[in-house]
C-alpha cells in the first residue's frame, strides 16, 4: 500500500538549515570544538570559514527563544583564500581549537589560525605511496 503522507513522517533532521554562499562545490567541512564557526574545503582548493548566528536573544518583544532557534542572525564570513592547488580534500580542527588543518590533492598539508586564515605551517606529504626498495633492501628518495 502507498501513503501519500510520506512527507509527514520526513524527520527535521533532513531539512536544509542554511545554505553557505560558495563558489564552487563543498568537498569536506568541519565544526570547530567550542565556537560557532564551520569551514568547508572547496572542490576548487578554496577553504572558508563561516561564523554561524550566536545565541544571541531578540530583545524586541518578550519571547525567549533565542534568535537561531527562530532563523533569525546572519551567517558571517570570516576569511576565504585559495590554500591548494587541486581540490581540498580534507579538513579537522585541533584539540584546543586554535588551528585548522586542511590537506589536498596538491601533496600539502596546511596549518593555519583558525580566526586569520593565515598559514602557520607546511607539510609535503608525497604523492606516490609506493616506496620504491632497491636491492638490500634499501629505501630510494
Known amino acids: 500500500m502507498h501513503s501519500t503522507t510520506n512527507s509527514l513522517l520526513t524527520p527535521k533532521m533532513f531539512e536544509n538549515l542554511c545554505a553557505l554562499p560558495v ?12 565556537e560557532p ?37 546572519t551567517i558571517d564570513n570570516i ?19 586554535k588551528s ?12 593555519a589560525d583558525c580566526m586569520t586564515g593565515q598559514v602557520t605551517a607546511k607539510i609535503a606529504v608525497p604523492l606516490d605511496p609506493w616506496v620504491a626498495f632497491s636491492e638490500g633492501s634499501r629505501v630510494q628518495y
Open 100 to 111: 585548522l588543518y586542511s590537506a589536498g590533492t596538491d601533496g600539502i598539508v596546511k596549518v
Open 37 to 73: 564557526i564551520i569551514s568547508v574545503g572547496l572542490a576548487s582548493g578554496h577553504v572558508q570559514s563561516y561564523r554561524l548566528p550566536s545565541g544571541a536573544r531578540d530583545d524586541d518583544d518578550d519571547d525567549t527563544t533565542i534568535a537561531s532557534e527562530n532563523g533569525f542572525g
Open 79 to 97: 576569511w576565504r583564500t585559495r590554500r591548494h592547488k587541486g581540490s581540498c580534500r580534507t579538513l579537522g580542527y585541533s584539540v584546543d581549537g
Open 23 to 34: 563558489e564552487h562545490d563543498i568537498f569536506v567541512q568541519a565544526i570547530h570544538t567550542e
